[in-house]
């Protein structure tokens, strides 16, 4: 199955996506001034069959139902789908699947009940329609080929909580297409063929790939060592190749992470990170001579990583610039650490073996190559910029009847990709079951150096910016887990900074609590009431959980 997903899948959807990015004028080895273009990337779940199945695709009944579970740790990316893709089990003539609707949907399971709306709308968001009482029209095509569905709706996937698919439909399908399956080990999928509430469970998964249209992409060569590169004592030139067969997608890369292996102890570093294409499947010594279109997507920017990161979060280089990745070369990232103080060890994965890294004191020309790699986020433009942490408890504040405002910090390394921000999303910790409307509301936002909040809100915002005047309206049938978001205006996010929020939600008859989360480190959040000038009420070091829209 991997031969097939990389030999038909990657050749043309990665083709797809290219001429898609096209477009921008940011190209790898230069600037542009003009709007970046959308990135996309592909990811494959449960490559590994075993089996045929038809269901969802079925000419054996008129009604049929199903759900199917894909857990976040399998999907390894984040953002905006628009697209889902099976393969055929069998030789297929060409179908319709009439009357069906796909519903997408976040949960907080790891194996489905046989109860349908028990495995979704259980406080991770709504259950989303993006194709609604349609033709599902499948081509013909032979065993080990695959066949794509267009979503009329994307489905702004987190990345964080698990994804249900469900499948419904009313009239029978004109053929019954035998799609690639295999055993997840967990319960996995629920079917029907009648008009019920519940259904059969079984661990029944089909290969399924996803293709996302923006997001965060993952890169995850497993556990790894503690290893201090490129957040090392010493300085230290570092270059790593990620192949395009992994990443899978093309486009404006905007942001860079790495995985911590350990909790953070406190650091503070300053790197110089450059990404190229190249042709070649092994890095040299030489590191000039391992890309030829390098570009620079952060000159000497501060990376300030605090004490308290858990092992397997993820910190955020913060990029002043942007790489347009062709999806078809393989990938460098270069790393040069000219200044450290402290020691953070991030996943660098157990050898992988040929030659994908190459490593020796900044300033060198040549270093020593070998075959470990770190793990790594790439983000792909054209989503919002999200902080969504699995640690999660809600507040009333500060969408509140006390008129209670909030601040809270968000550290650079939550972040990433400085940019124009048009949007703001916080996420409704419950349901809503008529509308809450916050009359003269405000939302301010400023840049800061601070990573704990002053009691003086003054003393928070370096250029504090009002991005928001008016009425916040919380509609009714709002379920726990979704966002309301808000269209804002005027500041321009520099990701080399923390960045501050503040919001005052006006006057209300109802009180509408959001998601926080933290990991007990920088942000403390803090409430004040409306006029006043201090903080009081630190709710810790917890922030509510955001999303910025980007103008990049």
């Known amino acids: 199955m991997k031969m097939m997903k990389n030999a038909l899948i990657a050749s043309v959807a990665l ?25 996309g990337f592909l990811k494959s779940v449960n490559d ?14 008129a009604y049929q139902k199903a759900q199917h579970l894909y857990i976040a740790s399998d999907i390894q990316g984040s953002g905006d789908i628009n697209k889902i893709t099976f393969a055929y089990a069998t030789n297929e003539v060409a179908t319709q699947c009439p009357e069906m609707t796909i519903r997408m949907g976040h949960t907080s399971l790891v194996a489905l009940t046989s109860t349908f709306a028990d495995n979704v709308e259980e406080g991770k968001g709504s259950l989303q329609v993006v194709e609604d009482n349609t033709t599902i029209n499948i081509p013909a095509g032979n065993a080990g080929e695959t066949f794509d569905i267009e979503l ?34 967990y319960v996995s999928r629920v079917f029907t063929n009648v008009v019920a509430d519940t259904g059969s469970p079984s661990d029944v998964s089909p290969y399924t790939v ?70 070649s499947d092994a890095l040299v010594a030489t590191y000039a001579d391992n890309s030829s279109d ?120 939550t972040l990433g990709t400085g940019a124009a921000i048009n949007s703001i999303g916080l996420r409704v910790a419950g349901d809503v079951a008529s509308d809450v409307t916050y009359t003269g509301a405000n939302i301010t936002m400023g840049h800061t150096t601070l990573s704990d909040l002053s009691s003086t809100l003054a003393d928070n915002m370096d250029d504090a910016k009002v991005v928001f005047t008016g009425n916040i309206t919380v509609p009714a049938g709002t379920k726990a887990g979704d966002w309301i978001t808000l269209p804002v205006s005027g500041f321009t996010y520099d990701p080399t900074k923390n960045l501050t929020v503040q919001i005052l ?45 980007l103008s990049k």
């Open 15 to 39: 083709a797809a996506l290219v001429a898609m990015t096209g477009c921008s004028s940011d190209s790898g080895g230069g600037g542009g001034t003009s709007a970046l273009a959308t990135g």
């Open 48 to 61: 590994g069959a075993t089996s045929s199945n038809a269901f969802p695709f079925t000419a054996d009944f």
């Open 152 to 185: 009329s709706t994307p489905f702004a996937y987190n990345g964080v909580d698990n994804l249900v698919v469900e499948f419904e439909h009313s009239a029978a399908c004109t053929n019954s297409v035998g799609i690639v399956v295999t055993s997840s080990g």
């Open 210 to 279: 996803f293709t996302f249209a923006g997001g965060v992409n993952m890169q995850d060569y497993g556990a790894g060592n503690n290893h201090s590169l490129p957040f090392g004592g010493a300085p230290v030139h570092l270059q790593h190749l990620y192949t395009a067969a992994d990443i899978n997608g093309s486009g404006p890369i905007t942001g860079y992470a790495l995985q911590m292996n350990s909790v953070s102890s406190e650091g503070n570093y300053t790197m110089t990170v450059k990404m190229g294409h190249t042709s």
């Open 294 to 413: 390098f570009k620079v997507v952060a000159t000497d920017v501060a990376v300030n990583i605090p004490a308290g990161i858990a092992a397997g979060d993820w910190v955020w280089v913060p990029l002043n610039g942007s790489f347009n990745y062709n999806g078809t070369d393989n990938f460098v990232v270069d790393i040069e650490q000219s200044a450290s103080s402290g020691v953070t060890n991030v996943v660098n994965a157990v050898n992988i073996g040929g030659s994908v890294r190459v490593y020796a004191a900044a300033g060198t020309a040549t270093g020593n190559v070998d075959g470990y790699i770190n793990n790594a986020k790439f983000r792909f433009n054209g989503v919002p910029m999200s902080v969504i942490d699995s640690n999660v408890v809600a507040y009333g504040t500060p969408l509140n009847v006390t008129t209670n405002g909030m601040q809270a910090i968000y550290g650079a390394y």
């Open 505 to 549: 939600p006006g006057t209300s008859d109802a009180t509408t609590p959001l998601f926080y989360s933290g990991n007990g480190i920088v942000s403390n959040s803090g409430t004040f009431a409306v006029g006043d000038t201090t903080i009081s009420g630190f709710e810790g070091s917890l922030h509510p959980q955001l999303q910025l829209g």
